[in-house]
T-cell receptor, first 111, second 117 residues
């Protein structure tokens, strides 16, 4: 079964708006990672946040982690049409090293 | 050098046939992973290699699936007697070292899209 569950499953916004995607998970984790996938092909690593971190920034990306609620959010600010993709969260449990992926959020940014 | 490469890009086969999927990791990456992604879904872990040994094969869905790796180089994923439910994109990733608690970034290939008729 999938560890992470993304919400919403699909999101459609206008260029320039912010996009927020959420991820919930079930077990204790060592870290949580966000990936992007274009057109059902290879994934690109975006950002990693460790369990002892609460917020992390990278360019237009902001990730938060709330371990008490077992949830994370990915915020993309000032979205662009090129941000259109599927976004996945993936967790690494404290007991292991395997990445477990959620089912993703399909983001569409309309020009 | 270049990123992770996979071949073929697309494979169409008939039910019951065997297929081999190939992955060339980034040079120097000791860890290699295989995932399966069904249409509209997330990635399912299949197997990972540290060097040419596979410490975790628990994700392989059945004994029809096997994988091997030559040293710290090419890996092949073999599916025997393919079934229609094997249709999916098979993704390979590599990372620099054994993923101590998942700290190493995984770099993904473009995937092989398999269709079993």
């Amino acid at each position: 079964s999938q560890q992470g569950e993304e919400d919403p499953q699909a999101l459609s916004i206008q260029e320039g708006e912010n996009a927020t995607m959420n991820c919930s998970y079930k077990t204790s984790i060592n870290n949580l990672q966000w990936y992007r996938q274009n057109s059902g092909r290879g994934l690109v690593h975006l950002i990693l946040i460790r369990s002892n971190e609460r917020e992390k920034h990278s360019g237009r990306l902001r990730v938060t982690l709330d371990t008490s609620k077992k949830s994370s959010s990915l915020l993309i600010t000032a979205s662009r049409a090129a941000d259109t993709a599927s976004y996945f969260c993936a967790t690494v449990e404290t007991s292991g090293s395997r990445l477990t992926f959620g089912e993703g959020t399909q983001l569409t940014v309309n020009p | 050098g270049a990123g992770v490469s996979q071949s073929p890009s697309n494979k169409v086969t008939e039910k019951g046939k065997d297929v081999e999927l190939r992955c060339d990791p980034i040079s120097g990456h000791t860890a290699l992973y295989w995932y399966r992604q069904r249409l509209g879904q997330g990635l399912e872990f299949l197997i990972y290699f540290q060097g040419n040994s596979a410490p975790d094969k628990s994700g392989l869905p059945s004994d029809r699936f096997s994988a091997e790796r030559t040293g710290e180089s090419v890996s092949t994923l073999t599916i025997q007697r393919t079934q229609q439910e094997d249709s999916a994109v098979y993704l390979c990733a590599s990372s620099r070292a054994y993923p101590r608690q998942g700290q190493e970034t995984q770099y993904f290939g473009p995937g092989t899209r398999l269709l079993v008729l």
